[in-house]
Structures are given as structure tokens and as C-alpha cells.
């Protein structure tokens, strides 16, 4: 039996078409690539920190250098790596708890040695009242700036 031109260039195509299809990471949008699985494993050792309300696990991830100017020009909203550390060792442990869900968006290596990974969180964490402990909920899209530091990463800004 012969196949008709058509038939066979429709096949092709298709052929083709699946022979290049791209592979996610599972529950993200980002390529399913070693350096991008390296990231994303890095990205979830914060997660889980937040999580836990680990401050040491955290204050080990963090680039010695940090530094988030909170996208606007007022100094005051400023925070280096002493500001992140004060907090996390202060009121960050007075939370009651915390839930931090990250959908990966993108992960974008650039030549000065940092790695950007934009995110959707979703996080709802338990801090005490006047009455009762409160929950307090926010959803918005972030970007952590990250360092290669050795074999892993460090955060420059972005927590």
C-alpha cells in the first residue's frame, strides 16, 4: 500500500512536532533541564525553611551580601542581610505558622553569575492578636535573585 505525499509531509510534521516537544519539571512552568532541577531543589530548601520557620536554614541560604530595596526609591523600606537577619531571628519566630505554595514560572541564568526565578506564592501564615492568633493570606508574583556560591546558590535579594 502507498502512502500519498500529503499523507507522509502530515506525518512528518507531526513526527517532528513531538520529537521537539518540551519537558517541564513537574507542578512548575519551567524546562525540565539539570541546571533548572538544581535551581528548583535549591528553591524548595527555602521554601521549606519558610515553612518550618527555620531562621538558621534561612540565614544559611542567604547571600552574606543581600540586599532588596523593595522596588521603589525610599531608603527606609531598604533591607540588607543584618535587616533579614534581626527579623528572622525576632519576629519571623513569634509566628504561629506558615504556608508557602510556589508555582515556578521561569528560571533565567544570566552572565553575571546570578540566577533569577520568577514565582507565583501563595502563603498564609498565623501571627498573635489582640484577641487571637490572626491569619493573614497573600498571593502575588516575586522573583529571588540568586548567587552561584560552589555547588549551590546563595539569595541576593528577593525573600
Known amino acids: 500500500m502507498k502512502c ?3 499523507i507522509l509531509g502530515i506525518a512528518l ?5 513531538t520529537g521537539c516537544a518540551k519537558t517541564y519539571i513537574p507542578n512548575t512552568d519551567v524546562e525540565d533541564t539539570s541546571p533548572n532541577r538544581m535551581v ?6 527555602y521554601r521549606h525553611a519558610m515553612e518550618d520557620r527555620n531562621a538558621a ?3 544559611k541560604l542567604m547571600s552574606p551580601g543581600y540586599f532588596e530595596d523593595a522596588g521603589n526609591t ?7 542581610y543584618e535587616k533579614i537577619r534581626e527579623f528572622l531571628t525576632g519576629d519571623f519566630l513569634k509566628t504561629g505558622g506558615i504556608r508557602y505554595e510556589i508555582r515556578y ?4 541564568f544570566a552572565e553575571n553569575s546570578h540566577v533569577y526565578v520568577d514565582f507565583t506564592f501563595a502563603a498564609a501564615w498565623k ?7 490572626e491569619w493573614h493570606h497573600d498571593v502575588a508574583d516575586n522573583r529571588l535573585d540568586l ?5 549551590s546558590f546563595k539569595i541576593a535579594a528577593g525573600m
Open 40 to 45: 528548583i531543589a535549591f528553591c524548595e530548601q
Open 4 to 6: 500519498s505525499p500529503l
Open 13 to 17: 510534521v507531526a513526527l517532528a512536532l
Open 147 to 151: 548567587v552561584r556560591d560552589a555547588d
Open 57 to 59: 536554614q534561612l540565614l
Open 127 to 133: 501571627i498573635p492578636g489582640l484577641k487571637a492568633d
Open 105 to 108: 514560572r521561569r528560571v533565567t
Open 74 to 80: 525610599k531608603n527606609e523600606d531598604d533591607a540588607d
